[in-house]
């Protein structure tokens, strides 16, 4: 978790104030926090000694920078060797002179290929082209027919035949070639690596078909054996990308970077969902973030701004900071959070958090008693809390059936929280966001920086403090 | 605590859409899909450069100034690990293979690393390494590696386990990994009363609920029960034909809603129909789904509630979890659990090099005993789980 990792990392790292150099013996310990954190992300264990390596390389005995702390120093090394390993050169479709440019799927059993497969023909549509679609799963029952149905749905036409694979995308090809269609797709059976049998088979389909692009499809939320698979992919096809799926879930997707590592080849897409349009381009540094459990803070402000009415954000948010914040407010944001997804993923989302809050269990039932309690009072009642007395708190614990003690707490810690949030500006209050770049970075706002340096606001408003 | 939480959250939120909201309207901007203004993790202090949304183009590519890594296979684990095994014929007997000869199709990766091992004189820290390295690519995970490690350090050192030889460490190991299912009811439960016993199962996607309700509806079939198949994943596209395949083949009955129909109602009619034909055993399936979707998982509380509504009888709640799965497989574990009390789990594809190492963690964590194993897509190809052969599978 990041804010495990900054703390443990500043905790290490403090002892280097006033030296002006990272420590081999400092930057030792920082590397086994970054070992313990990319493995509990399913890193492989010998990619992850590899990175480590190259992280210590580039920071022992490095000059401590001079607008970050020592652990931002160290964090911003290990995002930038996660993001040039993730990243590199981006796949860009080039498509054959002669038509079709034919793309072949491989993968493990159940990582996502049939979906893929259609989500990749819409997006091929969406880039002006002529798709087809090849069946070639003959293993898996009814593989074809979720093929067929997805095929409609995205208004591309599917060939199967109830033969054998290497015969159907034969003639698939021969088929689309036929309706001068400009893109194939053929879709495979899941099979695994270490089946001689299958993985012929497999190179007997590719030989068939000749693709242009082989694009090996993996599950983000598998965990060692990725390398292993992988390489074994890439001896038998000659893999040109990879399609990383389910990466909608929590999984940290640290195969992503294994995989990545091994077969030298770009990730291409991800499959960020269950509906044909959860498909997106790859971003490094996003995953970057991830994997290091930094929480996916880009996808938390969008998932909010997706979700969230942006004028009444931005009203609520003047509200908050000017103590005029209201428990009508908080009933407001409490429903917009709950669209957005269990609390605990939102929370691991969040970086700066105290590892208290992060680990807590959170029972979303409580959030229920919360609303209850608040829609139990009346709009004075929520526009002004001072006139609760004892009978009308007990009348509104009788109401939501709650007891007085709850409503006591919400109304106590709501009064806290309004407290702490007056004036404060845009993220410099929560615990450690202080040290944290979103501070940083959020326009506007001066920037707090550890070590006493002077950092000149446009306000002129004197050193941070 | 929960009450702390949400008003962090909200806090929170609104602290990073209303502070961009508000700083770009400051600067006389409509807030856009702020992907250009919102905070970024902390790679350089550069401002961000503007991006298009995704799904439009692709984005520009990454920063030319980090080199490109050149792609170098990591330090490869043992070339034992890659070998396509030659263990021998399998052992059937009675038709039901041998979980440890299914699965030494898949050479133990762990084969080569103990082998060094054993060959070494003496147990040292290396040792202990390399017994690290094992479990780790097992995917048990460092928090539940660290911990059996650390027990077995404390043997060392109180001298119950001598310290020049390093196999009897490695049995101990092996006995200590065994232990951790202890007390566990492998058994898959039937109801006492009248009235169709029903087994749920649940999962994320493409874990192998549907081929494991196939092959447990043929195993029961031939044990004589009378078995109903619920098409319960109303969603996935053919999902309900896939599960009439594996019913044909079964000698099954199968229950099928419309596409996009409630599942709670079609394992409810099944239910019905199996009480009123005498069918001893429901097979209920439901869609994958991740349990990170709030709405989907509310969906499998009202499909748990509706299952074990009379006349039928829940008595296993199945979480399927793939083998290949890393730590999330916890998470995943800790989720449904909670979700729909989970009372076994179910892991499917262990034929592969995958490990599966992430049960012991489950177990360690949440206690949830293993009820099968799956070892292959055929028909057959469904074992009750044996701890010791899974332990000493991992071991090669």
């Known amino acids: 978790m990041f804010d495990t990792l900054t703390d443990r990392f500043d905790a290490i790292l403090t002892r280097l104030r006033g030296r002006g150099r990272l420590g081999d013996a400092e930057v030792n310990e920082v590397l086994r926090e970054i070992r313990v954190a990319l493995l509990e992300a399913d890193v492989n264990l010998a990619v992850a000694q590899d990175l480590i390596e190259r992280i210590r390389a580039r ?219 959860d498909f997106e ?67 691991g989302m969040m970086p700066g958090l105290p590892r208290e809050m992060r680990d807590a269990k959170v029972d979303e039932r409580d959030v229920g008693k919360v609303e209850a309690i608040i829609c139990s009072m009346t709009p004075r009642e929520r526009a002004d809390p001072s006139v609760l007395d004892g009978s009308r708190r007990l009348r509104i614990a009788h109401g939501s059936g709650t007891s007085t003690s709850e409503v006591n707490n919400l109304l106590r810690q709501f009064k806290e929280m309004q407290k702490m949030m007056r004036g404060v500006g845009p993220m410099a209050k929560l615990a450690g966001a202080g040290r944290s770049n979103l501070a940083r970075s959020a326009k506007g706002n001066r920037k707090k920086v550890k070590g006493g340096r002077v950092t000149p606001s446009p306000k002129g408003l004197g050193p941070a403090r | ?54 799904a439009a183009a692709p984005r520009p590519a990454p920063d030319a100034a980090t080199p490109p890594v050149p792609a170098e296979a990591p330090s490869a684990p043992p070339e034992a690990a890659f070998e396509a095994p030659g263990i021998g014929a399998p052992e059937e007997e009675a038709g039901r293979p041998i979980l440890k000869d299914r699965l030494g199709r898949a050479r133990g990766l762990l084969a080569g690393y103990l082998d060094q091992v054993r060959g070494r004189k003496g147990v040292d820290e290396a040792t202990f390494e390399e017994l690290e390295e094992a479990l780790i690519l097992a995917d048990v995970g460092i928090t539940t590696t660290n911990r059996i490690l650390a027990d077995l350090r404390a043997k060392v050192r109180a001298g119950s386990i001598s310290s020049a030889d390093p196999s009897a460490l490695l049995q101990a190991l092996q006995a200590d990994l065994v232990s951790m299912f202890d007390g566990d009811d492998g058994s898959l439960a039937f109801g006492e009363a ?30 004589g029960r009378t078995v109903m198949l619920a098409a319960g994943d109303t969603f996935r596209a053919a999902a309900g034909e896939q599960l009439e395949t594996w019913a044909e083949r079964a000698g099954a009955r199968i229950v099928k809603g419309a596409d996009g129909a409630d599942p709670s109602s079609v394992i409810f009619d099944a239910v019905q129909s199996a009480a009123s034909r005498g069918a001893g055993l429901v097979l209920a399936d439901t869609a994958g789904r991740l349990h990170t979707k709030v709405n989907l998982m509310d969906e499998l509380r009202k499909v748990r509630r509706v299952a074990e509504r009379p006349p039928g009888q829940l008595t296993e709640v199945l979480l399927v979890l793939d083998a290949t799965t890393g730590q999330n497989g916890v998470v995943q574990a800790r989720q449904f659990t909670e979700a729909v009390g989970v009372t076994g789990i179910v892991l499917t594809k262990l034929d592969g090099t995958a490990k599966g190492g992430v049960v012991l963690a489950i177990r360690s964590e949440l206690g949830l005993p293993i009820k099968l194993v799956g070892v292959g897509e055929g028909v057959a190809d469904l074992v009750a789980f044996d701890p010791a052969e899974f332990v000493e599978a991992l071991f090669g």
């Open chain 2, 194 to 223: 009248d009235g169709p016993t029903v087994w749920l199962f649940v999962g994320v996607n493409g874990v192998g609920k549907t081929t494991t309700i196939g092959k447990l509806a043929l195993r029961e079939a031939q044990a």
């Open chain 2, 1 to 54: 605590m929960t009450l702390v939480i949400t008003l962090v959250v909200v806090a929170v939120l609104l602290l990073s859409v209303g502070g961009v909201v508000l700083s770009n309207r400051s600067r006389g901007r409509r807030s856009t899909p702020a992907v250009s203004s919102a905070p970024r993790p902390p790679t350089s202090t550069a401002p961000p450069t503007s991006k298009a949304p995704p």
């Open chain 1, 281 to 347: 381009i790859f971003h490094p540094d996003r995953l970057a973030s991830r994997i290091l459990g930094m929480g996916d803070v880009l996808s938390l402000i969008e998932k909010a701004e997706r979700e969230y009415d942006q004028d009444v954000a931005g009203e609520a948010f003047e509200r908050l900071q000017s103590g005029r914040f209201t428990l009508d407010d908080f009933l407001d944001q409490l429903r917009q959070i709950k669209k957005m997804g269990p609390l605990s993923g939102l929370l």
């Open chain 1, 59 to 277: 920071c022992s005995g490095a000059e401590l920078a001079k607008y970050l702390t020592p652990a931002q120093q160290v964090i911003k090394v290990v995002n930038e060797e996660l993001t040039a390993t993730l990243g590199g050169e981006a796949l860009k479709i080039s498509y054959a002179s002669k038509p079709p440019t034919v793309v072949l799927l491989a993968g493990l059993q159940g990582s996502g290929k049939t979906t893929a497969a259609a989500k990749l023909a819409r997006w091929f549509r969406q880039q002006g082209r002529n798709p087809y679609l090849i069946g070639a799963d003959l293993q898996r029952p009814a593989a074809v027919e979720q093929l067929r149905v997805l095929g409609a749905e995205v208004g591309v036409g599917v060939f199967s035949e109830p033969t054998d694979p290497v015969a159907v995308a034969r003639r698939g090809l021969a088929e689309a070639e036929r309706l001068g269609r400009d893109v194939v797709i053929v879709d495979t059976a899941g099979r695994l690596a270490i089946d001689r049998d299958l993985m012929d088979e497999v190179r007997r389909v590719s030989g068939a078909v000749r693709p242009h692009y082989t694009f090996f499809v993996v599950d983000a939320m598998t965990g060692q054996d990725a390398v292993q698979t992988a390489e074994a992919f890439h001896k038998t096809l000659q893999l040109d990308g990879i399609i990383l799926t389910k990466v909608d879930g929590d999984a940290r997707g640290g195969a992503a970077l294994s995989v990545k590592h091994v077969v030298g080849r770009p990730i291409a897409f991800l499959s960020t969902g269950e509906r044909v349009a």
